[in-house]
């Protein structure tokens, strides 16, 4: 099981872009990155998933590079109703077991 | 399109008494898993359940069961409660594996408390 490593809380400002890296050196061949993000005394919301380089959807981007070890998601331009926790999970979607670290808290202020 | 939905949303109960929390999943959906959420932490998997019959199993005692109803509504049980049950109990609802790329759909949560 890939252990994931990411900042326990950042800060931003309204309109700016977010980075969020995780750390998962021990990424398996099969492994796919995905970033969950969860406001208080909610259930967890997917973002985004990727394997490799890079993807982006309606919301965020996520950058891999090629040996897979890290990955960094990306909020552009982001506003007070994104501060909430995020989680990065590295696993075999196929398995249908989610492992959840603490995830980084994203604190927006105005 | 009814996402998922968990019943109650939040729930008292007395050390030693048994609870049980409900889950429809998503339509369409026909695997749900249960998650544990303390404060403070992220998720811990409990169990998963496909075709009315557990498939996966996390780090939990037996006191935690679990069930599955031809429609695909999902029960989790907790008996002789603790005090450190205490936590946001969340449902989730996928499709059984082999589906890359698909995510799993969180419902609100039943908050318990043990006292």
């Known amino acids: 099981l890939a252990k994931t490593t990411q900042p326990i809380s950042m800060d931003s400002y309204e309109g700016q872009e977010v980075n969020i890296t995780c750390s998962h050196n021990?990424?398996?061949?099969?492994?796919?990155i995905t970033w969950y993000q969860q406001f208080p005394s909610q259930g967890p919301r997917f973002i985004i998933q990727?394997?490799?380089t890079k993807v982006t959807n309606e919301v965020a981007s996520l950058f891999i590079p090629a040996d897979r070890k890290s990955s960094t998601l990306s909020l552009p331009r982001v506003s007070l109703s994104d501060t909430a926790v995020y989680y990065c999970?590295?696993?075999?979607?196929?398995?249908?077991?989610?492992?959840f670290g603490r995830g980084t808290q994203l604190t927006v202020w105005p | 399109d009814a996402g998922v939905t968990q019943s109650p949303t939040h729930l008292i109960k007395t050390r030693g008494q048994q609870v049980t929390l409900r889950c429809s999943p998503k339509s369409g959906h026909d695997t749900v898993s249960w998650y544990q959420q303390a404060l403070g932490q992220g998720p811990q998997f409990i169990f998963q359940y496909y075709e009315e019959e557990e498939r996966q199993r996390g780090n939990f005692p037996d006191r935690f069961s679990g069930h599955q109803f031809p429609n695909y509504s999902s029960e989790l049980n907790v008996n002789a409660l603790l005090l450190g049950d205490s936590a946001l109990y969340l449902c989730?609802?996928?499709?059984?594996?082999?589906?890359?790329?698909?995510?799993?759909?969180f419902g609100q949560g039943t908050r318990l408390t043990v006292v």
């Open positions: 989730a609802s996928s499709l059984w594996g082999g589906h890359l790329n698909t995510e799993a759909f």
């Open positions: 999970l590295v696993g075999d979607p196929t398995l249908g077991r989610l492992y």
């Open positions: 021990n990424i398996a061949t099969n492994d796919y």
């Open positions: 990727g394997y490799k």
